[in-house]
């Protein structure tokens, strides 16, 4: 009887049938990178300081620490000294000009408007010295009328007519305010604020006229005896 041949298996047949893949060679796998090392980036050079950089910024800290006591005055006259004595600071003056601001506001909310002679007088004195000789007009007239023998007033009055070129205004206030206080003629002798007065006959006239004499009971002037 003749042997029955027994059937090879699906797995060894497969086994023995597949090709065996090629295992990649020296020539064909991919070479290893080489380790790169990293790159040492310098650091940012920091923007060269002008010398007067320092001296500004302490006079704009100045200027802070004036605003942080309710000093408006005092802060913005740092700050606006900044502007003024450092103006290539270009990168403070951003700042600068936002603190300023802030203090305009308050020193401008500060103000209350004159409601006494002495306060009048005073800002008037200030608008004088500012050379905002309408405003100083506008404080005098109304203490004028309110004390029309203020000498005082009245010397003013002349002085911001003058500097305004109104000379007819001018002449008679200062007429006015030595009739009452002799002593004013003194000081409109020397007073440079009057000198677009000079020359003028009629100021001429107030500064050579003779001395008036005040009464102890009224502020009107009367001429002594002799010069009658």
């Known amino acids: 009887m003749a042997k029955q ?13 597949s090709p065996l ?5 020296s020539a064909t796998a991919p070479a290893s990178l080489p380790e790169v090392a990293p790159v040492q980036v310098p650091p940012s050079k920091a923007p060269e ?3 007067t950089y320092v001296d500004a ?9 004036r605003l942080q006591r309710h000093d408006y005055d005092g802060a913005a006259e740092r700050l606006e000294s900044v502007l003024k004595l450092y103006p290539d600071e270009k990168e403070l003056h951003e700042r600068v000009r936002l603190y300023l601001n802030v203090c305009r506001k308050q020193v401008s909310n500060n103000q209350a408007v004159p409601q006494t002679i002495e306060e009048r007088l005073y800002a008037s004195t200030l608008a004088l010295n500012g050379g905002r000789y309408d405003e100083a007009i506008s404080h005098l007239r109304l203490v004028r009328d309110e004390d029309p023998d203020n000498d005082h007033a009245l010397y003013m009055l002349a002085v911001a007519h003058a500097q305004r070129g109104e000379l007819a205004e001018a002449v008679a206030h200062v007429e006015r305010a030595i009739a009452i206080n002799p002593e004013n003629r003194a000081m409109a002798r020397t007073d440079p604020d009057l000198d677009p007065l000079r020359g003028d006959e009629a ?3 107030a500064l050579e006229a003779p001395p008036m004499i005040m009464r102890p009971d009224r502020r009107r002037p009367v001429r002594p005896r002799s010069a009658r």
Do not use: D, M
Not at 6 to 16: M, V
Not at 21 to 25: A, H, Y
């Open 5 to 17: 041949r027994r059937p090879q298996t699906r797995s060894s047949k497969a086994a023995s049938s």
């Open 21 to 25: 893949k090629p295992q990649p060679t």
């Open 49 to 51: 300081r002008r010398s």
């Open 57 to 65: 910024v302490a006079l704009y800290e100045q200027g802070l620490e």
């Open 203 to 205: 100021f001429t006239a």
